[in-house]
């Protein structure tokens, strides 16, 4: 993806962050936890022509490994490579062997773009949303290639 730039979110960001996040649209707490991770260090977006299409957000609370938290891209820009080249970033700048992360089983999108990118299912978490499991996986960043086209 030519003209992308992928780099660590700043503070005059958030008001981008929070109007592409379908979430922080009706949830305060959203709002707050993109303001923490941006102060954190740990949010990243894509920018593109000057405007920010999407974020992630990588940490190492997940017994201590990189996680992938957040993935967020806007809709009106979803399927041109933003959500790819997140995780791509995240793989190659998270100094690790594997690169973890979840989502709800209902994220269909997220699950087949997981799916794409060679992630694989390494458990399940029931009881965080009520009939929507957490599914959890892990790709090897050994090797991880930018995304298939």
Known sequence: ????VIRTA???DLTRLVELDTVAQSEEGR????????????????????LIAGYGVLHNYFFER????MLMVDEALRGRGFGPALVAHAAHSCGASQLWTSTNASNLV???????????????????DEG???????????GFEHFPE
Not at 66 to 69: A, D, V
């Open 110 to 128: 997220m699950r087949r773009l997981l799916n794409r990118l060679g992630f694989t299912h390494a458990g399940t978490i029931y009881g965080l």
């Open 132 to 142: 929507d499991p957490e599914l959890v996986f892990c790709v090897e960043t050994d």
């Open 31 to 50: 709002i707050r936890a993109i303001g923490r991770w941006v102060e954190l260090g740990q949010c990243f977006c894509a920018e593109y022509d000057g």
């Open 66 to 69: 990189p996680f992938l938290e």
């Open 10 to 12: 700043r503070a005059n």
């Open 1 to 4: 993806m030519a003209g992308t």
